[in-house]
């Protein structure tokens, strides 16, 4: 499984990159996750 590293959040460029860099399930996995995430302000 992929995972993105970085020092900002956009949910939704992370969740498309995780998408075509693994499994359906995994992006999933993450999609779930990053959604959980709280973000800053």
Request: aromatic share 10%; hydrophobic share 35%; glycine share 0%.
């Amino acid at each position: 499984m992929v995972f993105a590293v970085s020092d900002h959040m956009d949910p939704q460029r992370e969740t498309e990159w995780i998408r075509r860099l693994n499994t359906p399930f995994q992006a999933r996995r993450h999609a779930q996750w990053i959604r959980t995430v709280p973000t800053q302000t």
